[in-house]
């Protein structure tokens, strides 16, 4: 129990604020003190020089009567002591008073009731004595009083400070219990995912304090956690689902064959069949393992100055001619870009996969245009439209789920990756896909940022003429 | 042809190694990366094919240290599927060419035949010439016997590579990366399209074809 309060942030601060502020009050006890002492001695001091002036205005001309008088009536008055009085003659006898000794200098001095020639008393006193005509008198006052102030002074501060730390001990039980709970609050849900409760999440007060701005955040995580586990579930299901297909036809062709064999046809059609399916298989699991390594952007570390116009060139000239064979029509018009950061290797294929879905999904008598422009200063977006019957808005956002096919694609070739692969790879180059209508048709706009917004470009590229990197060899030369 | 051949995995090694002695080669299987550096390092080969995932010591580090001790055999890396990297780290470390697994075998020997016996140092020829087919890389122009064809830039770097490579099977992957630097399998016939434009010109007017179809497997140009 001790061990988790002294372990409790609250409690700490509370402890050391109240030390702080004990601190402070001592110090603060201590200056009042001093000055308190120094006020009251000055008084004490100022009254003492009164008595003794009021005393020695009685004195006459060689006539000690009223002198001695007027000592041993204000002796006589003070039988408890507080106030001293000493009236000596020039040999030192005593003439009044209601002490015995006293000190043989004039001027102040503080003695103890010892050298007064009082009975054996821890009391000082505070003495002032002078001469008058021939005598000498000493008036003195006890200090008891003065002494009994500053002690009401340091033991009413003290009581204060004493009262101050029980109050600071258990407030700052309570606070530290208090954000404890809370606490354990937040360590309980974190143990729920930990198990794997992905539905928990931290109770939350409103009350708009720190911890509940770190509740809603890490509640506000948990959720996009929940959304990034729920949504690899669904892939893998998914995954699951569109592989069990082609699994299951390669599975019925080469049982198939199994059975041609056996009645001794031939069976070369049946293997081919069978080879394709495993081709398709394999290509799909390919483009899944690169969706997830280009979403993890590893691939960032090797970015470097492209040219996308020049890679909109090199494309158009590829893909030209295959959309010619389709009886379909496809147009360039690109303007001068500015050099952005990427991964030229990646780009292409963004860029392709968009010019042959284009290609795959329209009809023959289609126009497909690749169009690139600037936005603003540095920012440029890049389209690739048709005027073909397009995709209808619902299913806008679904065609970049994996695996997604609209109904009427499913005959044609593919595995419903190429526009996740798309995505995936604008993310990594900071950029945005827009679908809009292109009416008719569609229009596929990949939007890119500023080139400066492309995090690590140029240190990148610093990075690699610091190291020397040899160009890319071409393969089969 | 003398194969040095590194794979861990008995099935495609066993595979593998039937094609190649069918085809007439003769080839070193190793299982471990440190057997296989003593082997490469102290025996000739015409190629190696390596693994990248090796026990021992992994095919990236084998061949940087092969390299290191002067050994220039051409190495084409085999990589498992996906590896979005595999291709940029594979040449840094010296290799000349890679395949995804699973290939087919044909892909396999059509790169090998190609690195294999690709010249020690490269003549630059300015012309080129098979049969009657002649390309004059200067002027970037072609010629068929008398007939002068117009060929646009692409097809003539088409044309181009299939005459560096007389009689020797060319897939589509190696065409797709070479003459227009795709890295990746396209969806659409971009290959056979621009071999049916380039033979409706070189090959269709006149008698005998040079351009020939492997079936399953790619291209070859030879009289």
């Given at each position: 129990m001790l061990r988790a309060l002294y372990r409790s942030t609250p409690f700490r601060l509370v402890t050391l604020l109240s030390m702080a502020f004990l601190a402070f009050l001592g110090l603060a006890g201590f200056i009042a003190f001093g000055l308190i002492r120094a006020e009251l001695d000055a008084r004490l001091e100022q009254q003492l020089e009164q008595t003794f002036s009021i005393i020695g205005q009685s004195y006459g001309e060689n006539d000690l009567s009223d002198l001695v008088d007027l000592v041993r009536s204000n002796a006589a008055a003070n039988p408890a002591l507080q106030r001293?009085?000493?009236?000596?003659?020039?040999?030192?006898?005593?003439?009044?008073?209601?002490?015995?000794?006293?000190?043989?200098?004039?001027?102040?001095?503080?003695?103890?009731?010892?050298?007064?020639?009082?009975?054996?008393?821890?009391?000082?006193?505070?003495?002032?004595?002078?001469?008058?005509?021939?005598?000498t008198l000493l008036v003195g006052a006890s200090l008891a009083e003065t002494e009994a102030v500053g002690a009401i002074v340091l033991s009413s501060l003290g009581l204060a400070g004493v009262l101050f730390c029980v109050f600071v001990i258990i407030a700052g039980i309570l606070i530290a219990a208090r954000a404890q709970r809370r606490m354990d609050r937040i360590a309980d849900t974190m143990a729920m995912i930990g198990r794997g409760e992905l539905a928990a999440r931290i109770p939350v007060h409103h009350n708009r304090d720190d911890l509940d701005d770190l509740s809603l955040q890490i509640n506000q995580a948990l959720e996009r956690l929940g959304g990034l586990v729920?949504?690899?579930?669904?892939?893998?299901?998914?995954?699951?689902?569109?592989?069990?297909?082609?699994?299951?036809?390669?599975?019925?062709?080469?049982?198939?064959?199994?059975?041609r064999e056996e009645t001794g046809?031939?069976?070369?059609?049946?293997?081919?069949?069978?080879?394709?399916?495993?081709?398709?298989?394999?290509?799909?699991?390919?483009?899944?393992?690169?969706?997830?390594?280009?979403?993890?952007?590893?691939?960032?570390?090797?970015?470097?100055?492209?040219?996308?116009?020049?890679?909109?060139?090199?494309?158009?000239?590829?893909?030209?001619?295959?959309?010619?064979?389709?009886?379909?029509?496809?147009?360039?018009?690109?303007?001068?870009?500015?050099?952005?950061?990427?991964?030229?290797?990646?780009?292409?294929?963004l860029f392709a996969n968009l010019i042959e879905n284009a290609i795959r999904h329209c009809s023959a008598g289609?126009?497909?245009?690749?169009?690139?422009?600037?936005?603003?200063?540095?920012?440029?977006?890049?389209?690739?439209?048709?005027?073909?019957?397009?995709?209808?808005?619902?299913?806008?956002?679904?065609?970049?789920?994996?695996?997604?096919?609209?109904?009427?694609?499913?005959?044609?070739?593919?595995?419903?990756?190429?526009?996740?692969?798309v995505t995936a790879i604008a993310e990594l180059h900071g950029a945005t896909i827009a679908l809009s209508d292109n009416s008719p048709g569609l229009c596929v706009r990949v939007i890119f940022p500023h080139a400066r917004a492309i995090p690590n470009l140029h240190d990148q590229r610093v990075a690699s003429n610091a190291l020397h990197v040899e160009p890319k060899r071409k393969l089969h030369e | 042809?003398?194969?040095?051949?590194?794979?861990?995995?008995?099935?495609?090694?066993?595979?593998?190694?039937?094609?190649?002695?069918?085809?007439?080669?003769?080839?070193?299987?190793?299982?471990?990366?440190?057997?296989?550096?003593?082997?490469?390092?102290?025996?000739?080969?015409?190629?190696?094919?390596?693994?990248?995932?090796?026990?021992?010591?992994?095919?990236?580090?084998?061949?940087?240290?092969?390299?290191?001790?002067?050994?220039?055999?051409?190495?084409?890396?085999?990589?498992?599927?996906?590896?979005?990297?595999?291709?940029?780290?594979?040449?840094?470390?010296?290799?000349?060419?890679?395949?995804?697994?699973?290939?087919?075998?044909?892909?396999?020997?059509a790169r090998l035949n190609a690195l294999a016996r690709r010249p020690p140092a490269r003549t630059e020829k300015i012309k080129l010439q098979v049969a009657d087919l002649e390309?004059?890389?200067?002027?970037?122009?072609?010629?068929?016997?008398?007939?002068?064809?117009?060929?646009?830039?692409?097809?003539?770097?088409?044309?181009?590579?299939?005459?560096?490579?007389?009689?020797?099977?060319?897939?589509?992957?190696?065409?797709?990366?070479?003459?227009?630097?795709?890295?990746?399998?396209?969806?659409?016939?971009?290959?056979?399209?621009?071999?049916?434009?380039?033979?409706?010109?070189?090959d269709k007017p006149f008698d005998r074809p040079l351009i020939h179809t492997i079936r399953n497997t790619g291209y070859s140009l030879h009289a």
């Amino acid at each position: 129990m001790l061990r988790a309060l002294y372990r409790s942030t609250p409690f700490r601060l509370v402890t050391l604020l109240s030390m702080a502020f004990l601190a402070f009050l001592g110090l603060a006890g201590f200056i009042a003190f001093g000055l308190i002492r120094a006020e009251l001695d000055a008084r004490l001091e100022q009254q003492l020089e009164q008595t003794f002036s009021i005393i020695g205005q009685s004195y006459g001309e060689n006539d000690l009567s009223d002198l001695v008088d007027l000592v041993r009536s204000n002796a006589a008055a003070n039988p408890a002591l507080q106030r001293v009085f000493l009236l000596r003659s020039a040999t030192g006898q005593i003439l009044a008073g209601n002490i015995t000794a006293g000190p043989g200098s004039t001027g102040w001095s503080v003695a103890s009731a010892d050298a007064l020639g009082l009975a054996a008393d821890k009391e000082m006193y505070r003495i002032y004595s002078g001469p008058v005509g021939n005598t000498t008198l000493l008036v003195g006052a006890s200090l008891a009083e003065t002494e009994a102030v500053g002690a009401i002074v340091l033991s009413s501060l003290g009581l204060a400070g004493v009262l101050f730390c029980v109050f600071v001990i258990i407030a700052g039980i309570l606070i530290a219990a208090r954000a404890q709970r809370r606490m354990d609050r937040i360590a309980d849900t974190m143990a729920m995912i930990g198990r794997g409760e992905l539905a928990a999440r931290i109770p939350v007060h409103h009350n708009r304090d720190d911890l509940d701005d770190l509740s809603l955040q890490i509640n506000q995580a948990l959720e996009r956690l929940g959304g990034l586990v729920e949504s690899m579930r669904q892939v893998s299901v998914d995954i699951a689902h569109d592989l069990k297909t082609p699994l299951n036809r390669l599975s019925f062709t080469v049982q198939n064959a199994i059975e041609r064999e056996e009645t001794g046809q031939s069976v070369a059609t049946l293997l081919q069949q069978a080879q394709d399916e495993a081709r398709q298989i394999n290509a799909t699991f390919e483009a899944l393992l690169r969706i997830a390594q280009i979403e993890a952007g590893a691939r960032r570390s090797r970015f470097k100055a492209v040219a996308v116009a020049e890679i909109l060139e090199n494309l158009f000239e590829a893909y030209a001619e295959v959309a010619e064979e389709n009886g379909q029509v496809l147009t360039i018009a690109v303007e001068p870009l500015p050099e952005t950061g990427g991964d030229k290797d990646l780009l292409t294929q963004l860029f392709a996969n968009l010019i042959e879905n284009a290609i795959r999904h329209c009809s023959a008598g289609t126009t497909i245009a690749i169009t690139a422009g600037r936005q603003g200063d540095q920012a440029f977006a890049v389209s690739v439209s048709d005027n073909g019957s397009g995709i209808p808005d619902a299913e806008w956002d679904k065609v970049f789920q994996r695996l997604y096919r609209l109904d009427k694609s499913r005959s044609t070739p593919g595995h419903g990756l190429g526009l996740s692969l798309v995505t995936a790879i604008a993310e990594l180059h900071g950029a945005t896909i827009a679908l809009s209508d292109n009416s008719p048709g569609l229009c596929v706009r990949v939007i890119f940022p500023h080139a400066r917004a492309i995090p690590n470009l140029h240190d990148q590229r610093v990075a690699s003429n610091a190291l020397h990197v040899e160009p890319k060899r071409k393969l089969h030369e | 042809m003398r194969i040095l051949f590194v794979e861990d995995d008995a099935r495609t090694a066993d595979y593998v190694n039937q094609g190649f002695a069918q085809a007439g080669h003769v080839a070193d299987v190793i299982r471990d990366g440190r057997d296989a550096l003593v082997h490469g390092m102290n025996e000739r080969f015409d190629v190696m094919v390596i693994d990248r995932m090796l026990p021992g010591l992994d095919g990236l580090s084998l061949v940087k240290a092969l390299r290191a001790s002067g050994n220039t055999t051409p190495v084409l890396f085999l990589t498992a599927v996906g590896g979005v990297d595999d291709r940029v780290d594979g040449l840094e470390a010296g290799g000349d060419d890679y395949l995804v697994k699973p290939f087919a075998f044909s892909e396999l020997m059509a790169r090998l035949n190609a690195l294999a016996r690709r010249p020690p140092a490269r003549t630059e020829k300015i012309k080129l010439q098979v049969a009657d087919l002649e390309i004059d890389l200067l002027r970037h122009s072609c010629r068929r016997g008398s007939v002068v064809i117009d060929l646009l830039p692409r097809e003539f770097a088409l044309l181009n590579y299939l005459m560096q490579n007389e009689s020797r099977v060319l897939t589509r992957t190696m065409m797709l990366a070479q003459v227009w630097d795709f890295h990746f399998d396209p969806q659409t016939s971009v290959v056979e399209t621009h071999i049916s434009r380039l033979r409706s010109k070189i090959d269709k007017p006149f008698d005998r074809p040079l351009i020939h179809t492997i079936r399953n497997t790619g291209y070859s140009l030879h009289a």
